[in-house]
Structure formats: structure tokens, C-alpha cells
């Protein structure tokens, strides 16, 4: 909460505690039911602040999700999970990880390629300043973007 003299800076960091308890809330039980309908077990989940990556597996099977996926549209997220889940089975990106992808989302190339472009829907108070991620983009309307479902 903010209160009293109100900056910028207050009300970027409640900004950002907000979406931290929504990603929590949200994310974790999102992949959950993921993993669940595609059977993809995975051990752990965690959430992060990460600057360059939506999400990575490790080889202890704890996927760990960017809090900003709470910006970007659900097909996207969706993506994110299945590609994180099929990393629980093959931890690399060679041939074998694309085709177990493509089991799970035969139009894995298209998202992908939107997915690089998503950071455009994470609004400016979740970027760090001087950060890659924080460009004009952030500063154009985008429709369409939604949240967890």
C-alpha cells in the first residue's frame, strides 16, 4: 500500500509487490494444470525477476517462471509451459526437445517467434531502468493481452 507522499518510485514498488503476490497466486497452479493434461511431471515450481528469460528448467526439474508472464497473452504462457515441461524430459534444445515440443503444440515455430517479441506487453514499471527489456514499445497501447484464466 501506498500512502502519504506519493513518488514514483512508491508506486512502482507497490506495483510490483502487487504482481508479485498475483504471480504467486497465479503461475504456479497455471503450470500445475499444464503439466497435469500433458502428464509432464515436473518436481518444483519458483518464481523470479528474471531480465531476459520468460522461464528455465533445471535439471532437478524446478521450473522457475517469470513473474512478468502475468502481462503476456495466455497462448504465449501456455507455451512457456509446455516448452519448460518438455525440458523435464529432454534438457537441451536439440532435435529430439523440438519434436517433443511439437507433440504438444504442432504451432510451436509461430509462438515462438511471437514470444520474442512479448516483452513489449510487460508494462514499464516492472522493467529495471536502463534495462534491455525497456524500450519504446512498452509506451504503445497493446490489445489483446491478458492474464492468467
Not at 8 to 25: I, N, V
Amino acid at each position: 500500500m501506498v500512502s502519504g507522499n506519493i513518488s514514483r518510485r512508491g508506486c512502482t514498488g507497490a506495483l510490483r509487490r502487487w504482481t508479485a503476490k498475483k504471480a504467486r497466486a497465479y503461475l504456479p497452479a497455471w503450470l500445475r494444470q499444464v503439466s497435469a493434461e500433458l502428464d509432464l511431471p515436473f518436481d518444483r515450481a519458483s518464481l523470479r525477476k528474471q531480465r531476459t528469460r520468460w522461464a528455465s528448467c533445471s535439471a532437478r526439474r524446478t521450473i522457475s517462471i517469470n513473474e512478468k508472464l502475468l502481462f503476456v497473452p495466455a497462448l504465449l504462457v501456455e507455451y512457456v509451459f509446455v516448452h519448460e515441461l518438455c525440458h523435464t524430459v529432454q534438457l537441451n534444445h536439440s532435435r529430439r526437445f523440438w519434436r517433443l515440443v511439437s507433440c504438444y503444440e504442432p504451432n510451436f515455430k509461430t509462438l515462438d517467434r511471437e514470444l520474442r517479441r512479448a516483452w513489449r506487453y510487460v508494462p514499464w514499471w516492472m522493467c529495471e531502468p536502463g534495462s534491455s527489456e525497456l524500450n519504446q514499445s512498452h509506451f504503445e497501447a497493446v490489445p489483446g493481452a491478458a492474464g492468467p484464466p
